[in-house]
């Protein structure tokens, strides 16, 4: 099959979930024999058109920048870049695959299908929009052959604002379990300077939908407890300034280290979160982060210890036998926890029911999904 996939943006260097699982999708498409063709917006002066493991990468040149307006419609309409490939190559699609939280974003996936009508058109919905207008543009999505969401609340809410439930496919989110694995915690705190410290790790995003302030402000009313706090992103300054200087302020400097790792020099984020003695991840909600987070199933299958928010969306696969749940919004509640695990109050077994649940998510189990529905 020759299957095109419709993204925002598709950055390789980037370690976002998104851009990760997109990478692991088409590589494992083209395992199978399938040509593949991805389709976004250039960021950061990409190149307009690569090859990659296999599948090739179109990009339109971006507008962002110089107008707002016009970088919106171009979220919208890949139609050029499309028209042009099927031109050049002779063959149009037959699988139309469109990615994006906002059911707004539909309008890309229809708008490609009228340069390749026959294809099967796909939409993945992986999280909840910040956009919540966007909602009223479900209806939309019963122009698609199958939308696919990773649980039964988003799959309730898109059906709320109009989608049929006869759409709807359940795919769950995936990780790679054989970069995150468990690792000797001990040889790589040796490694990376902190040989018998007690190590609490956030990685990701520095965002307030990843619920930061909470966590530092948790960590500042348990500040004498023994313990060393890493925060591994690739984000920006513009995103990580804010926070140093709330921890500045806070004088927490000496307890709290950030790690930059630039979005085209990321290394080894998976050693760690298997070095971590417990990873923290204090959603206070899952506003613009996938139902199912990656950094939760990565720590899972690391053998490291989580603490998360208890929200909804997560426990709708998971329980207390596999994470430690705290309370949204509550940094006092979230210092209970940590301080809980710091003094050892915690069951082995938890890790490795945890792991044992990380493993059904690998994406050779996920994958699989996919491609039964584009076949089917």
Do not use: W
């Amino acid at each position: 099959m020759k299957i095109e996939l419709l993204v925002q943006g598709f950055r390789t260097f980037a370690p976002e979930a998104s851009n990760i699982t997109l990478q692991i999708l088409a590589e494992e498409l083209v395992k199978e024999g399938h040509e593949v063709v991805i389709f976004g917006n250039q960021i950061l002066k990409q190149p307009l058109t690569e090859k990659i493991c296999g599948y090739r990468v179109i990009r339109q040149k971006s507008e962002y920048y110089g107008s707002k307006i016009k970088g919106i419609l171009q979220l919208l309409n890949y139609s050029k870049l499309i028209k042009r490939e099927i031109k050049e190559s002779g063959k149009e699609f037959d699988v139309i695959h469109n990615f994006g939280a906002s059911p707004l974003l539909a309008i890309r996936g229809i708008r490609a299908k009228m340069q390749s009508k026959h294809a099967k058109l796909i939409q993945t919905i992986k999280a909840n929009t910040k956009y919540g207008f966007s909602y009223l543009f479900s209806p939309l999505l019963n122009l698609f052959d199958v939308v696919t969401v990773p649980n039964n609340m988003l799959k309730r809410k898109l059906m709320k604002f109009g989608l049929s439930e006869k759409k709807i496919t359940v795919v769950p989110s995936y990780i790679d379990t054989n970069k995150f694995k468990p690792m000797d915690k001990n040889k790589l705190k040796s490694k990376y300077g902190l040989k018998n410290k007690k190590i609490l790790i956030y990685y990701g995003h520095m965002s307030e939908f990843k619920g930061i302030s909470y966590l530092i402000d948790a960590i500042e009313l348990i500040k004498d407890e023994e313990f060393t706090v890493l925060f591994v992103t690739g984000s920006g300054e513009n995103y990580i300034a804010p926070y140093e200087k709330i921890i500045k302020d806070k004088k927490l400097g000496n307890k709290i280290k950030i790690i930059k790792t630039p979005v085209k020099k990321t290394k080894n984020i998976e050693e760690y979160v298997a070095m971590a003695d417990f990873v923290v991840l204090p959603y206070p909600d899952l506003t613009s982060t996938e139902a199912q987070p990656s950094c939760i199933l990565e720590s899972m299958a690391s053998k490291t210890l989580v603490i998360t928010s208890d929200l909804p969306e997560l426990r709708e696969f998971l329980t207390n036998k596999e994470v430690i749940f705290a309370k949204p919004r509550n940094a006092e509640d979230l210092a209970g926890k940590i301080k809980s695990v710091l003094n050892g109050k915690i069951k082995k077994t938890m890790i490795e029911i945890a792991y044992r649940k990380a493993k059904q998510f690998d994406y050779r189990k996920v994958i699989e999904k996919y491609i039964e529905v584009y076949k089917k």
